[in-house]
């Protein structure tokens, strides 16, 4: 079948499988490997990205859901248009030391800006509440929960342009 969507701001068509997870639709389709497969039981959150705007387990959608919908991944984050920046989530991961193997980034990265969207500043508690639904294997999770609270910070200062 034949699905239309907006993909990183793009109108992107494509052929696919009925039965096609969203997540082999990026890495294998149309070569977006950011977003990665960590697990088969929807629980590690490696394949985050965001639908509509909100944050979902590509591991666990199929294709045709995409039909007319928005879809945001990793690849298609990024700063003030223009400016070839980070995005301010990437660059807090970045200054904190958020990161290690990178694989579970795309995604933690992802959920932390979805979190960031309803409120201007989180506590470590809701933090890491927030971060349930993704794992890390090197971290401890420390250095990540500072890079969201300081990216969350970073994501409201830049749109009230401070
Ligand atoms: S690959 Fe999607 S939750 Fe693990
Ligand atoms: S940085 Fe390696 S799994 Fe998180």
Known sequence: MQISFTLNGRPTTVEVEPATLVAELLREQLNLTGTHIGCDTSQCGA?????????????TLLAPALDGATLLTIEGLQGAPGSNRLHPMQEAFRENHGLQCGFCTPGMVMTAVALAKDKPSLTEAEVRHGLEGNICRCTGYQNIVLSVMSGVAAMHAAAKGE
Do not use: E, Q, T
């Not at 394949?47 to 591991?59: A, I, R």
């Open 47 to 59: 394949c985050v990205v965001h639908l509509n705007g909100l944050p979902v387990k590509s591991c």
